[in-house]
């Protein structure tokens, strides 16, 4: 029988200690993350550009993958965090059980669909122009392609259950232990990818299937590692499965929330998919470009969302427990850090965007990069102290309980202006360098929603919690 629930340390220890000891784990984690991602592009950058391009338009396939993945362990995060607050340990076991079952469902339609649909993914975003100009270049990234999208989406299982096992840590408030997993995982793949892809200790060089091989050993160890630390040190939390049927409340409380978060990561898919569909119109340098940019602003950007990871169970839990002060101090500080991570990073990508370039190709091919690289690194980091008001404001959405209103951020965000502009400016203008502006533009109307949105639960909800 599940003894009553003690108070956790997100009801008592004072906010800035607090948030700094459940942020830093995971922030510095994200920093390996970013880390990974860029040192990924550049062995494979310097391997064949071509290499570079296959690794560069599976992204947007990547993203759809981490956004069920996320997107279900914000579900799982918010009704287990507020289970917490209540005391409520029956409901807070529900959460993990059925939050490690849909991983496993995620993972399953995953493998269908690397099995099918990888080949045609990658056709589908090479224009008639490319294939025209370079009918051999085309070719290459195809089978770069099938080789690396199929070997990450017939293994994802390590993924989805790594994120999964991680978000239970993290919603207990044992963010250290989430830490070491994912720095764990970032490591060995960082280790992996330079052997595996150059062919190194006596392997054969394997390119983009050697960064998706390694990318996969990094995430079932991952996976395993979090696993043991939920079972050892997360008593908060049962793993039991003995008896366990679905229930269809808890599976629609998770995805209440965590389906919003799903559609605006998923959305964010379809647009880089349909943005390289637009800039391999003007050349397929652009592309990698485009592909370097969100490699590099991932550095800047896993900052932030670590600090979010480390925030939504603190607003989630004290909303639960109906500790008003404790919601906004917890507000106001998040909002300070990811100002001042997002202004250090504008600077550097306004200051030194050529040298940032250089590291993910030949010498001899940077200045074909530069000449789309340096605005394009420019231009879109113009947004980038804006964009960190609207993060921290979509997830204290989530952690509320209200993740409808991220969702309709996130659609009007992306579909209604961002898309749209950018198409506009790149088949009607014709202008390369003005796409890049559609970013800048679509935040500032982002931002202005968030605000709208923030004001309306206030009023709703956080005003009549008491003093």
Known sequence: ??????????????????LVSMAVPMILS???????????????????????SAVTMAFPAQSLMIAIAAGTGVGVNSLLSYSLGRKDSVSANKAATHGIFLAFCAAIMFLVLGLFFSEPFYRWQISAKEWNENPDACRAIIAYGKDYLGVVTM???????????ERLLQSTGKTFYAMITQTTGAIINIFLDYIFVFGK??????????????????????MTMAFVLNVKKNREISLSFKGFRVDGTVVKTIYRVGFP?????????VVTFTLNKLLNGFSQVAVNAFGIYFKLQSFIFMPVFGLNNGMVPIIAYNYGARHKK???????????????????GMVVFLVFPRPLLSMFCKPEALDDLARYGVPCLRLISLHFIVAAFSIITISVLQALGNGLYSMIVSIC??????????????????????????????????????????IRIYRKDLKKLPE
């Open 155 to 165: 293994f994802s299982l390590g993924i989805y259950m790594q994120v999964t096992l």
């Open 413 to 454: 965000r992306q579909l209604v202006i961002l898309l749209p502009v950018a198409l506009f400016m790149g088949l009607v203008l014709k202008n390369i360098d003005l796409v890049w502006l559609s970013y800048p533009i679509a935040e500032i109307a982002s931002a202005s929603m968030c605000v709208f949105f923030l």
């Open 201 to 222: 200790c006596g392997l054969p060089a394997m390119g983009a299937k050697g960064a998706a091989i390694a990318t996969v050993i990094g995430q079932w160890i991952a």
């Open 261 to 269: 978060s799903i559609i605006m990561q998923a959305i964010s898919s």
């Open 30 to 52: 994200m920093l390996m993350q970013a880390m990974y991602n860029i040192v990924d592009s550049i062995f494979v950058g310097r391997f064949d550009q071509n290499a570079l």
């Open 326 to 344: 404790r919601i906004f101090d917890t507000m106001k500080l998040s909002y300070l850090i990811a100002g001042s991570i997002m202004a250090v």
């Open 1 to 18: 029988m599940n003894e009553p629930l003690k108070e956790n340390k997100m009801g008592v220890m004072p906010v800035n200690k607090l």
